[in-house]
């Protein structure tokens, strides 16, 4: 099949999505398909055989941490060129609504798919939660017409159902269980993340610093636990008022961290720590459990569906310090962390990227029968 991805984000970026598209190119690749990535131009121009090219990006003034990319006449003209067998919009919102216009103007299968929970960050946002219903309606339009709309967890199709959203199907999670491994466990990784304090319980936030992920609801855990230190991996438009936030308590910000020093500070860590309500997903949560760690995570729908409470991890309501004191517990209590550790291990043994990206790939051909149906 000839693929093409229309993504609004995309290497050099690190986040959820860009990890799930990377790993499916190299599948389809593998498996000798040809894929064109469209995304915004951050200087890459290919990724394992893969063309890649960009459109011009902006930067927002109140969002300085990334660029987005617009939408495009380039991606109608690129995608007639490349003549593709299926259309992946991923994510739609800017740049990647040209996808959905083009595929519609090219009669080519359209697969769009849903990875942020942007009504939901609007609770976040007070000044904007008036524009949700004007929001739902712009994600409506933008999925209409798509053979197959993909999300991420059955919690998240369940909501798009109820918004007049169809043809909804679940995209498998994965993760790299060789990369996310308790053998990298590493006493001078632990010696930076405690800040020169290893012999503290050390719990680790990894992902994009932004105030729906709420980790400033963390601070009230540290101060009642005076022997637990807290590692934030990552960065944002958040990082400085996080900085602020935390200031004076046994706290670590690293920026982003990549590769084998990544995988250290996953496994060089004693739980993996989620506090956001407001994910679609969370693949950083299966990375934990790769990595050997109990999760410790706020309830969602979501993370109800990778978490058992007191199996791989421990569940605690959001917004209520005791329900977390509880839950950040186990990490005192040894024969039963070290059971969560072993089951964590083994349910990510469970999800194999080469999985998640042949079932992604049956979906594109799910769409282009649907669409040839459609026509004839």
Known sequence: MKIAIVTETFLPSTDGIVTRLKKAIEYFLREGH???????????????????????????????????????????????KFEPDVVHAVNPVLLATSAVTAAQKLDVPLVSSYHTHL??????????KPAKPLLWWYIRKQHKNADINLVTSETIKEELNVEGIERLSVIPRGVDVENRHPKFKDAAMRERLTNGEPGNKLLVFIGRLAVEKEIHKLLPMLEKRSD????????????NDLEKV???TRTVFTGFLHGEELSKAYASSDAFIFPSISETLGLVILEGMASGLPIIAAKSGPTMEQVSHEVNGMLYEN????????????????????????????????????NASKRLLDYYKDARDHHSVGRS
């Open 228 to 239: 637990i230190s807290l590692a934030i991996i990552g960065d944002g438009p958040a990082r």
């Open 319 to 354: 917004e209520d310090l005791d329900s977390l004191l509880n839950a950040v517990e186990v990490i005192d209590e040894k024969d039963k962390f070290n059971n969560i550790k072993e089951e964590a291990r083994k349910e990510a043994l469970k999800f194999s990227w080469d």
């Open 246 to 248: 935390f200031e004076g």
């Open 34 to 80: 040809e894929v064109l990535v469209i995304a915004p131009d951050l200087g890459v121009t290919e990724y394992k055989g893969a063309k890649v090219i960009g459109v011009k990006p902006i930067t927002f003034p109140f969002y300085r941490y990334r660029k987005w990319g617009f939408p495009s006449r380039k991606v109608y003209h690129e995608l007639k």
């Open 119 to 128: 009504p939901k960050y609007l609770d976040f946002y007070k000044i904007y």
